[in-house]
């Protein structure tokens, strides 16, 4: 069965302390590896997808990285709006219908003081 | 941009009773997703609709559990003898196709409260 951990639970930052978050994943044939920031209270909003090891997305100071084992979300001298959970995500191969669902890791924690 | 959306946003109930929520999908989108997210967690797959066919159901998904989607367009999730194991937020999504280059989006969720 796929399974998703990240690392670390939770995470406090001093404004501009840049730092990286890790999700490792074990699924047989990756189709697709989804970052989403979910504030408290809210629905998980979608960040990044990443398809195939090698592969990087940027977006404002957020980047992610994907390898054969597991991804890094790279936050680069964060602010205090970056203060969210972090949740990543696989999607396995189609089986009938069976490799649309997502399953997600338990999240990361980021707390930016600053 | 309308988003998906939810409804209602926060259902406190007692146990035994029975419950219903809705999910309205960004309106192009004909694959439809439920998930559970308990404190702490992230979201756990509940079940899925391509159009107005329920195509897959997690074992997470008991007897009690239940979920429609006429005519391909909003669809509910209707929870019957609710237990306090069912308290949770249960969130919607949608995506314009399957695959991994659709992306899910999802609303703001039903949070319940059996007490």
């Known amino acids: 069965e796929d399974q998703v951990t990240q690392s670390p639970e939770a995470l406090r930052l001093q404004e501009g302390e840049s730092s990286s978050l890790n999700c490792s994943y074990t699924?047989?044939?990756?189709?697709?590896l989804f970052w989403y920031r979910q504030d408290p209270g809210k629905g998980p909003e979608f960040l990044f997808t990443?398809?195939?090891a090698g592969e990087e997305k940027e977006k404002e100071r957020l980047k992610a990285t994907l390898t054969k084992k597991e991804s890094f979300l790279h936050i680069t001298a964060p602010k205090p709006e970056d203060s969210a959970t972090y949740l990543c995500?696989?999607?396995?191969?189609?089986?009938?219908?069976?490799?649309?669902?997502?399953?997600f890791g338990g999240g990361t924690r980021v707390l930016v003081k600053p | 941009d309308t988003g998906v959306s939810q409804d209602p946003r926060h259902k406190i109930t007692k146990r035994g009773q029975n419950v219903t929520f809705r999910c309205d999908p960004i309106s192009e989108h004909n694959r439809l997703y439920w998930y559970r997210q308990t404190l702490g967690q992230g979201p756990e797959f509940l079940t899925y609709?391509?159009?107005?066919?329920?195509?897959?159901k997690s074992r997470l998904l008991s007897d009690r559990f239940s979920a429609e989607r006429p005519k391909g367009s909003f669809s509910t999730l209707e929870i019957q003898r609710t237990e306090q194991g069912d308290s949770a937020m249960y969130l919607c999504?949608?995506?314009?196709?399957?695959?991994?280059?659709?992306?899910?989006?999802f609303g703001p969720g039903t949070r319940l409260t059996v007490t």
């Open positions: 990443l398809y195939s």
């Open positions: 699924v047989s044939g990756l189709r697709g």
């Open positions: 999504a949608s995506s314009l196709g399957s695959g991994a280059r659709y992306e899910q989006y």
């Open positions: 995500a696989v999607q396995a191969p189609l089986i009938k219908a069976a490799g649309n669902k997502l399953t």
């Open positions: 609709f391509q159009n107005e066919a329920q195509l897959e």
